[in-house]
């Protein structure tokens, strides 16, 4: 079965620049989920989805960062405009309550 | 969500028993308690869940006390391969689950 699948899995890009992160959750799941991993703040929830339906967002850090889930097969994360402070593994998950979260293998963004 | 407490970091010889433990003392009726490990640059991997009973799969067990205020996470055989990151959490409702910073599991040949 395929997992979660996100793209790109680098990206170097200049600051100022606009990032978009793209997921695809697995099959049938109806929960999916935004995570960030740095150094300094370990892994923290952006955002997720239930049923396409944004239910918490209150760890986007800020306006610059936004997320849609435009159907069940499809979401992104955008960073708009990036910061070096935003460097970090961006990963996305996706669950089928109360089965656990399955997670994807990360998208490592560098903004320099 | 109920907060959990880990020990920052543990080792273990190649081929023992490595035993994770985990305190979630405010965990309530309907929480269930999950545990995923994180190898380096790695997605986290879903490892084990349980809610009051013992629980068994072909990669670990999960032994949660009768109280259900701590837990602990059995490797029983220990490879090199199961150095990683051990997140404990406990998880309210199916949506929203917070890692905390987990225990460093290292196995030493």
């Known amino acids: 079965d395929a997992g979660v699948i996100q793209s790109p899995r680098h990206e170097v890009t200049e600051m100022g620049q606009e990032v978009t992160l793209r997921c695809k959750p697995i099959?049938?799941?109806?929960?999916l989920f935004w995570y960030r991993q740095t150094m300094m703040r370990g892994l923290e929830l952006l955002i997720y989805?239930?049923?396409?339906?944004?239910?918490?967002d209150s760890g986007m850090p800020e306006d610059r960062f936004s997320a849609k889930m435009p159907n069940a097969s499809f979401s992104t994360l955008k960073i708009q405009p990036s910061e070096p402070r935003d460097s970090a593994v961006y990963f996305c998950?996706?669950?089928?309550?109360?089965?656990?979260?399955?997670f994807g293998e990360g998208s490592w963004l560098t903004v320099v | 969500d109920a907060k959990t407490t880990q020990p920052p970091s543990m080792d273990c010889a190649e081929g023992r028993a490595a035993n994770l433990p985990c305190n979630h003392s405010?965990?309530?009726?309907?929480?269930?308690v999950y545990w995923y490990r994180q190898i380096h640059s790695q997605g986290p991997q879903y490892i084990i869940h349980?809610?009051?009973n013992n629980e068994t799969n072909e990669m670990a067990s999960l032994i949660i006390t009768e109280d259900r205020k701590s837990s602990t996470l059995i490797l029983p055989h220990a490879t090199l391969r199961d150095t990683a990151v051990y997140y404990c959490?406990?998880?309210?409702?199916?949506?929203?689950?917070?890692f905390g910073d987990g225990t460093t599991l290292t196995v030493k040949p």
């Open positions: 998950a996706s669950s089928l309550a109360p089965i656990p979260i399955y």
């Open positions: 099959s049938g799941h109806d929960y």
């Open positions: 989805f239930n049923n396409n339906v944004p239910i918490d």
């Open positions: 405010t965990i309530s009726g309907n929480e269930y």
């Open positions: 349980g809610l009051k």
């Open positions: 959490i406990v998880r309210l409702n199916a949506g929203k689950s917070t």
